[in-house]
């Protein structure tokens, strides 16, 4: 067999050896192996999770060869759980698969204890009444959750866990941490020794722009009584003075410390978003708190004491025109700070651990050190329970969907999604299932959608007729194609999940696979 | 679309036979704006232009520069030209294949032009290529090296530069590099 | 209400046998559409890798029956974390070949013929057959290629109205890491890959001297002796990716010269990712990118629901965030732009054409030079093919043209009248009038 290390370089290049190690760690549950179930897993077995187990009561129908690649022809009348699991397990032999015979909805009722050995649990095409359950279940057990659904061309991916804290959110653009306006000493003495106007042009042209910035910073507040620019004259004057300093056209140094200028105009401090996760009551630890929020309490200090208002310096540069002797010199001070904020940050941690009665050491330099470097960048999600959701769902947010535009078509899926699990409850099946008497479906199924707008606080909300139409024509048909699509992005998101890094989504996605104006619901 | 589909399916089983067409030159984007720039070529006198592969292979050429002025009076270097098929969207790949003591092209035949790597934007056209190129000569620099030996000596010793260029253009030895006569 | 008996196509008759609201123009639901995109559509699918494997069994699974695919690569270790047709044995054999296989075996009646060999070798006639081309591609290159050959089927008519027997559709897929992109082309109606080229940022490269002279990150050494150290070293030998020696001869110069400078961060994995230009790949992004394109392939051949229009982005990063763009053709592009419809007889010459483009009240163009399918028919500048070119100008075009009834010719030259001339590009549709044999049909590949 390969290095295992080969097989799974592509994506050791997104989520690392860290991530690659949550996953392997991972076990995973899969509710009904339809193909949104399958086609979640197939994604996971192949990154290489730890293990799968494949639940699902149902015996292999002709139907299913039509849109499940999981399963072959040779199967039908056998058990889908197994073929699905057989199917899986050959696509990674690091993976354990494994697979019970047992249909969800009855393993939700009679053993809730079963949910609580995974460490998440994918669930496909259960109605609403199970998913409540399994919602409370898997929350009390502290187990990791997401829902996700084909319908015809919608279909929707909820995730559902207490609190979901990121550190490394890992995000595409992210303005570097310079302190350009808020020097600390060593990087204001290093960039007093470097004249500006030195008359050898090849060291002219290789002073990189952070110390031009630094020093030109420094100039502007000197002659306005210590301000930096702020308005927009000030800002345009600021880089005229830059463009100035050139003592030829070609000088990329200087062209780059003029694009970065807004670099010296940002605001000191942290960021509102940051200021909201240190405000959290969760900061306030006590001893059963995670990690996490114990680094929040010491970060909250830090910032208050040694960090005169700003987070733990990240520590890295990105590249800039240079010589190559500066830009190291450079990088070794803003490394050397880093350091020095990583060593107070430690002691705060230390200190707090002990003060909630923990053992001072139990949190590991290396988590200490990513935190620090990603300070700015740290996220929590939180997930409302969907029983909540669906009994109350947040009013504004509802009524801006509902009437705005570019909404439309997928909150209309929501109700509409909703709406054919109640019209199953009565009817024992869903609307269009079965061919025969559309229009009444149609109109069983207005008469519920109207209903529950109004249970939901929307009376007058109306629906159009043409996606009740529409619902009513999928009878709950699962297309190979939309149910990939949904499968993607529930794998997607389990990976994020179990990996810690990136952030999940938030809220309820509703797939649109009329136009692929598929929105994300804050409900 | 399916209706289509199927006509031109019932079409074609009758149309079988009916012509031969074999596989027929396909014309990219990329060649198509090369043909413009080239078409539009307003040479300096000291360049001159060629196409080893004939009138209808545009995409590979080679420029010859003759200075006029400068260190490099009278030397003769030839540059090779490869354009990709979605040019202008890369730039152009160009080589001196002529052995030059030059502070900003290597023995390699690598050129240091910064609109050939890092500055190229597709409103640029092999005509401006081809100025830069010319201007290396007229006015080389040694802020930007990548003969670091021969870039050293311009900025110290520019009299020293000057008989190294010579005794490099007229063929013979730099230091321990030997250099073909390209005068 | 009635059960329905057992089908395999159980869940897609729902969408293919009802009726709907919000569906295609064309949209005809029943048990003939179902049979006639068995028996009719021929779906061509370019790339057996990521996004190939996954545009195969989606497609599979939606009703198509006639598959082909091409792809000119052969299994790497690297691909099995995503190219889920792939295992370790079938390391070193073709992708197309084995991915053809896997899905047949797996899938009851579908029929997939496999195509070894690169998208240049195939003749136009090849691709003029499938109903619908998708694109599994990682290259701009390519896209642009299989762009351009879609696009040279299409016609437009006397009133620069696309004929829709022409129309040869595109969807396109790419992704990298948790990003994505989904799009339709429908040529002479949406844009073409051409028209947007600007959507796909140039790939980052740095200054040689840099890398000579004041290197700074971990890259910049890799590249360093990637280009410069590796040429100066081996002279004459061209340096091969895929071969481990090399990779690994590169990745100890890169230490050196990081050591050298006190550079930190040369890893052998960084190496391979610089040299090689490696696009990080996940198998989840790939399956949603995959399943967007064979979705809408779906719906543009069946008609069973509106499409996309007609560009869609999907990023998981942060959160998830999808978006529709609708973009413009460009409608002077000169790949899939109708051009201008230029009427002549087959005697008029090539100087006589030159002319008669100037006096033309929608180009006066002067100083015009003529190419028709890669060959340069006159060239106003550089002298030396002028002269190359100069003895066409007393030839009948129509035999310049190898006696083509119809085609494309590109000209450009400066256009416009006194001080307000610029120069441009122009794409003309030559007709020669009474010219027998020219119908609608069997124009579409000789575009």
């Known amino acids: 067999m390969a290095e295992p290390k080969t097989k799974y370089d592509r994506q050791l290049r997104i989520w690392g050896e860290q991530g690659q190690e949550a996953l392997e760690k991972s076990s995973i549950c899969l509710l009904n192996c339809g193909p949104t179930g399958s086609e979640t897993l197939k994604n996971l077995v192949l990154g290489g999770v730890g293990s799968v187990t494949v639940v699902d009561g149902s015996k292999l129908e002709l139907g299913d060869l039509g849109n499940n690649f999981m399963v072959d022809e040779s199967s039908v009348g056998q058990s889908k759980a197994k073929t699905v699991c057989a199917f899986l397990q050959e696509l990674n032999d690091a993976v354990k698969a494994k697979f019970i015979e047992e249909h969800p909805e009855a393993l939700i009722e009679s053993n809730p204890s079963f949910f609580s050995q995974f460490t998440l649990v994918v669930a496909t095409q259960l109605v609403e009444d199970s998913m409540v359950k399994l919602d409370k279940i898997c929350r009390d057990a502290n187990v990791m959750l997401i829902f996700a659904r084909s319908y015809g061309l919608t279909g929707f991916v909820r995730i559902s866990v207490k609190e979901h804290a990121v550190i490394e959110s890992k995000p595409d653009h992210f303005l570097d941490d310079l302190r350009l306006n808020n020097p600390w000493p060593e990087l204001r003495r290093f960039a007093e020794t470097i004249d500006l106007d030195v008359a050898d042009p090849v060291v002219h042209k290789h002073t990189p722009y952070v110390i031009i910035l630094i020093k030109m910073a420094e100039e502007w507040a000197k002659s306005h009584g210590g301000t930096l620019p702020s308005t927009r004259e000030d800002k345009k004057e600021f880089k005229d003075l830059i463009k100035a300093r050139m003592i030829a056209s070609d000088e990329d140094n200087y062209k780059e410390a003029m694009e970065a200028s807004f670099k010296v105009f940002a605001p000191r401090g942290i960021s509102p978003s940051l200021q909201q996760i240190i405000n959290d009551s969760s900061s306030e630890v006590n001893s059963n708190s995670s990690e996490f929020w114990v680094m929040v309490a010491a970060l909250k200090e830090f910032i208050a004491n040694e960090g005169g208002g700003e987070v733990p310096l990240e520590g890295s540069i990105p590249d800039m025109t240079s010589s190559t002797e500066l830009y190291v010199t450079l990088q070794k001070i803003y490394q050397a700070k880093a350091e020095t904020d990583f060593l107070a940050m430690e002691q705060r941690v230390k200190k707090i651990l002990k003060r909630i009665g923990r053992d001072p050491d139990s949190i590991s330099k290396a988590n200490i050190k990513s935190f ?55 009817y024992n099946s869903f609307p269009g299932q079965f061919d025969g008497e559309m229009d009444e479906d149609i109109s069983r199924l207005k008469t519920i959608a109207v209903a529950l707008l109004g249970d939901l606080g929307c009376n007058g909300s109306t629906l159009t007729e043409d996606l009740i139409n529409e619902m009513c024509r999928y009878g709950a048909a699962e297309l190979h194609a939309v149910a990939a699509f949904v499968g993607g992005i529930a794998s997607q998101e389990v990976i994020k999940l179990i990996t810690k890094q990136f952030v999940p989504m938030c809220g309820t996605f509703i797939f649109n696979g009329i136009d692929h104006k598929s929105q994300l619901l804050s409900l | 679309m399916i209706k289509l589909f199927k006509v031109k399916e019932k079409q074609r089983e009758l149309a079988k036979n009916a012509n031969g067409k074999g596989p027929v030159k396909k014309q990219s984007a990329g060649e198509l704006r090369l043909h413009k720039d080239i078409s539009e070529l307003n040479l300096p006198k000291t360049c001159t232009i060629s196409f080893p592969n004939g009138k209808d292979d545009l995409m590979n050429f080679e420029i010859t520069i003759r200075p006029d002025d400068g260190y490099y009076l009278g030397g003769t270097f030839l540059f090779s030209f490869q354009v990709s098929s ?68 311009l900025r110290e010793n520019p009299k020293m530069f000057q008989t190294n260029v010579q005794k490099a253009m007229m063929g013979g030895y730099v230091g321990q590099t030997y250099f073909q006569r390209c005068m | 209400m009635t059960a329905a008996t057992p089908s395999r196509s159980r869940d897609l008759d729902k969408l293919l046998l009802r009726p709907g609201h919000l569906v295609g123009p064309n949209f005809e639901p029943g048990p003939e559409l179902r049979e006639d995109i068995k028996e009719y559509v021929k779906v061509l699918v370019v790339g057996a890798g990521g996004l190939g494997c996954e545009l195969l069994k989606d497609l599979a699974l939606s009703g198509f029956r006639n598959l082909d695919v091409i792809d000119m690569d052969r299994i790497e270790v690297t691909n099995l974390n995503r190219q889920f047709l792939f295992r370790l044995e079938d390391v070193g054999k073709p992708k197309a070949e084995v991915a053809a296989k896997r899905v047949m075996e797996r899938v009851g009646g579908v029929n997939i013929m496999s195509h070894f060999c690169r998208i240049e070798d195939k003749p136009l006639d090849f691709y003029s057959d499938f109903s619908i081309i998708v694109l599994g591609l990682d290259s701009i290159e390519a896209r642009s290629y299989i762009n351009a050959v879609a696009c040279s089927f299409l016609e437009y008519d006397t009133d620069d109205n696309p004929r829709e027997e022409t129309v040869k559709p595109m969807v396109d897929g790419g992704t990298e890491g948790f990003k994505g992109h989904a799009r339709i082309i429908m040529p002479g109606t949406t844009p073409c890959f051409e028209c947007t080229i600007w959507l796909f940022p140039p790939q980052v490269k740095f200054p040689l001297c840099t890398l000579a002279e004041t290197p700074r990150t971990a890259a910049h050494c890799i590249e360093y002796a990637h280009l410069i150290k590796w040429d100066e070293v081996h002279s004459g030998k061209t340096f091969d990716p895929d071969n481990p020696e090399h990779m690994q001869w590169v990745y100890s110069e890169a230490v050196k010269r990081a050591e050298l400078f006190g550079i930190p961060g040369v890893t052998y994995s960084l190496t391979q990712g610089v040299v090689k230009n490696i696009i990080p790949a996940i198998a989840s992004t790939n399956a949603i990118i995959s399943a967007a394109c064979a979705l809408e392939t779906l719906k543009i051949i069946s008609g069973c629901s509106r499409t996309l229009t007609n560009y869609l982005t999907y990023n998981g990063v942060e959160g998830l965030h999808t978006k529709v763009t609708e973009f413009v053709r460009d409608r002077e592009c000169l790949v899939c732009g109708p051009g201008v419809l230029i009427e002549l007889d087959t005697s008029i010459t090539l100087r006589k054409f030159i002319d008669l483009l100037e006096g033309h009240p929608g180009l006066l163009l002067s100083r015009v030079s003529v190419t028709h399918r890669g060959k340069n028919l006159y060239m106003q500048a550089p002298p030396v093919l002028e002269e190359m070119t100069r003895s066409n100008l007393d030839v009948p075009l129509f035999d310049l043209m190898d006696k083509i009834p119809k085609d494309i010719v590109h000209v450009n030259g400066m256009a416009g009248k006194g001080d307000k001339k610029q120069s441009c590009l122009r794409k003309l549709r030559v007709v020669f009038n009474g010219i027998d044999g020219v119908t609608d049909v069997d124009m579409a590949g000789g575009a």
């Not at chain 1, 029983?387 to 899926?413: H, I, R």
Request: aromatic content about 12%; hydrophobic content about 35%; charged content about 25%.
């Open chain 1, 372 to 426: 620090c470097k990603n300070a700015r960048k740290v996220k929590v999600c939180r997930y409302r329970l969907i029983e909540d959701e669906f009994n109350s769902p947040v009013q504004p947010e509802l009524q801006k969907y509902l009437t705005d535009e570019d909404y439309s078509v997928a909150v209309g899926f929501y109700i509409l999604l909703r709406s054919a699990d109640r019209y199953a409850a009565n």
């Open chain 2, 86 to 153: 979605i040019y202008p969207h890369e730039p152009p790949k160009v080589k001196c294949k002529t052995k030059v003591y030059h502070p900003n092209i290597d023995l390699e035949g690598n050129v240091c032009l910064n609109i050939l790597r890092e500055d190229w934007k597709p409103v640029l056209n092999i005509n401006t290529v081809i100025y830069g190129l010319y201007h290396l000569f007229t006015e080389p620099n040694y802020e930007d090296p990548l003969n670091h030996d021969a870039a050293a000596v």
